[in-house]
């Protein structure tokens, strides 16, 4: 069974703009989480989605936001890019069952310069 | 506050040795409980979970032991080799039927030849 897929690997970004992040879950895998990874923080959640429905959210500004699709592929995007957003983003995705592990992808590196 | 804390930045081990990490958390309400290991370049890999109706788990050369008395997670790795080096987090589900994992800082277990 393939592993939770990311893309693009590295971005890098200026100030300003704004970015697509795009997860692919575990096939058969409907919950699916955002997380970012700084050194300064470490593992903060941003938010999971769970058949299309944002069912939790972190405490993040409202620029970080996402969604999923019917697939249960699922994208974030950060709009107005400050230099603080350079970070690795996590997916990771989950079966139905609360209590059963999330599995996370390897992570988009994103540069804010 | 919502916190996942560890006790130790780095742990040092003779190849060979067995390793404990620890983990407390603060949140009495929290029900099921997750170990990553998380090499270089890589996103956290699940290695062992435990619900809190439980107070011990194995699984293959590791060991969860929950205290939920003391809001204390531990996680026993046996024989450790040199594949067990990288950064161990805990991590604690505060979702209620969804997914919200509140990450440990993460301790650097490193093994000596």
């Known amino acids: 069974k393939a592993g939770v897929t990311q893309t693009p690997r590295y971005l890098i970004k200026t100030r300003g703009q704004q970015v697509t992040l795009s997860c692919s879950p575990i096939?058969?895998?409907?919950?699916v989480s955002w997380y970012q990874q700084t050194p300064g923080q470490g593992l903060q959640f941003l938010f999971e989605?769970?058949?299309?429905?944002?069912?939790n959210k972190g405490n993040f500004p409202g620029r970080f936001s996402g969604r999923q699709f019917s697939n249960s592929r699922s994208e974030m995007n950060v709009s107005t890019l400050e230099l603080g957003d350079s970070a690795l983003y996590l997916c990771?995705?989950?079966?139905?069952?609360?209590?059963?592990?999330?599995?996370f992808g390897n992570g988009t590196r994103l540069t804010v310069t | 506050g919502e916190s996942v804390g560890l006790h130790l930045p780095t742990l040092s081990v003779q190849e060979g040795d067995n390793s404990i990490i620890n983990c407390a958390y603060s949140?009495?309400?929290?029900?099921?409980f997750i170990w990553y290991k998380q090499e270089s370049g890589k996103g956290p890999q699940f290695i062992i979970d435990?619900?809190?109706?439980?107070d011990k788990r194995q699984g293959q050369r590791v060991t969860v032991l929950l205290n939920k008395t003391v809001k204390h997670l531990s996680l026993q790795i046996a024989a450790t080799q040199p594949g067990d080096s990288a950064v161990y987090f805990c991590?604690?589900?505060?979702?209620?039927?969804?997914?919200?994992?509140?990450f440990g800082s993460g301790t650097r277990l490193l093994v000596r030849p």
């Open positions: 990771a995705s989950s079966s139905d069952r609360v209590s059963s592990p999330l599995h």
């Open positions: 096939s058969g895998h409907r919950s």
């Open positions: 989605y769970f058949s299309e429905t944002q069912r």
């Open positions: 949140n009495s309400a929290s029900d099921y």
């Open positions: 435990i619900r809190s109706n439980m």
């Open positions: 991590a604690e589900n505060r979702g209620r039927s969804s997914y919200k994992l509140i």
